[in-house]
């Protein structure tokens, strides 16, 4: 299974930084791969700055039932597997996370 990282990460992918009821994607590093709860917590426990994924990669995933999402999925504001809502203010973080 895959894993979210981050500092105080919940089973839902919650870290200290983002902790709402609706903060349940994990977003992926292009640089290391990895999926992490916000960039806070990549950049906090990474050796280098988090690396926004292209959108056609599969840069997002969701906390709630782990499947993994390319841009448009993601841009839909719920899981399109499992159908739980994203914060909407996620979008404010969009230059971070997508090129």
Not at 13 to 33: F, M, P, S, T
């Amino acid at each position: 299974m895959i894993a979210i990282h981050g500092i105080n990460v919940d089973k839902a992918g919650r870290c200290e930084h983002y902790h709402q009821v609706n903060d349940i994607v994990g977003l992926k590093c292009a640089q290391c791969q990895q999926y992490f709860a916000c960039y806070k917590c990549h950049d906090a426990l990474k050796d280098h700055h988090f690396v926004a994924c292209a959108k056609n990669d599969l840069p997002a995933i969701c906390g709630a039932c782990k499947h993994t999402m390319n841009f448009q999925e993601y841009s839909l504001g719920h899981c399109p597997y499992c159908q739980n809502k994203f914060n909407p203010k996620c979008s404010l973080h969009y230059a971070i996370y997508f090129k």
